[in-house]
T-cell receptor, first 110, second 117 residues
Framework: LAKTTQPISMDSYEGQEVNITCSHN???????ITWYQQFPSQGPRFIIQ???TKVTNEVASLFIPADRKSSTLSLPRVSLSDTAVYYC???????????FGQGTELSVKP | EAGVAQSPRYKIIEKRQSVAFWCNPI?????LYWYQQILGQGPKLLIQ????????DSQLPKDRFSAERLKGVDSTLKIQPAKLEDSAVYLC???????????????FGPGTRLTVL
């Protein structure tokens, strides 16, 4: 069972880089790691997905070490609008079902 | 491209009453999901459809919850009778690919906030 563990909450200030680490010790060989963002009163929204090493898009970067037992979401120069809950998802078996954990509540302060 | 639509956005009922939620996924998306999100927790999958067939309903409380996707497009989720602990946001999501594809992005609707008094 690929259960994920993330910090429950994090605080940051505008303009800082924020790194949120997720551990997934039992990740399967074919599993991808996906991160979602959720604002209050909205459904979760896809941010980034990766399999190994590093992935970067216009919003974030995702770092995955060689053993793939953890991953780090990096948000460069956060703003107040990045205040949200961030979820790390890993399928828990070969069926590909996505399990949401509690997520990390990021609070960005001015 | 239109997103996932859900209605109503809010619903308040008394316990033991019935309620139904509606979801219209993104056009052409084969797989549809219903999630329950209790305040302060991550979404929990209730049921997963591929076209009009159920792929996974292992977490659906079948004594009171039911869902259907008759023509493989829209879906309804019903609770009958509702309990206090059913107060939550009910989210619908869809993906273009087959159920269980871990690389497929899930597109979520805004959710329906249910309050059971």
């Amino acid at each position: 069972l690929a259960k994920t563990t993330q910090p429950i909450s994090m605080d940051s200030y505008e303009g800082q880089e924020v790194n949120i680490t997720c551990s997934h010790n039992n990740i399967a060989t074919n599993d991808y790691i996906t991160w979602y963002q959720q604002f209050p009163s909205q459904g979760p929204r896809f941010i980034i997905q990766g399999y190994k090493t590093k992935v970067t898009n216009e919003v974030a970067s995702l770092f995955i070490p060689a053993d793939r037992k953890s991953s780090t979401l990096s948000l460069p120069r956060v703003s107040l609008s990045d205040t949200a809950v961030y979820y790390c998802l890993v399928p828990y078996n070969q069926g590909g079902k996505l399990i949401f954990g509690q997520g990390t509540e990021l609070s960005v302060k001015p | 491209e239109a997103g996932v639509a859900q209605s109503p956005r809010y619903k308040i009922i008394e316990k033991r009453q019935s309620v139904a939620f509606w979801c219209n996924p993104i056009s052409g998306h084969a797989t549809l999901y219903w999630y329950q999100q209790i305040l302060g927790q991550g979404p929990k999958l209730l049921i997963q459809f591929q076209n009009n067939g159920v792929v996974d309903d292992s977490q659906l409380p079948k004594d009171r919850f039911s869902a259907e996707r008759l023509k493989g497009v829209d879906s309804t989720l019903k609770i009958q009778p509702a309990k206090l602990e059913d107060s939550a946001v009910y989210l619908c999501a869809s993906t273009p690919g087959l159920a269980g594809t871990s690389t497929d992005t899930q597109y979520f609707g805004p959710g329906t906030r249910l309050t059971v008094l």
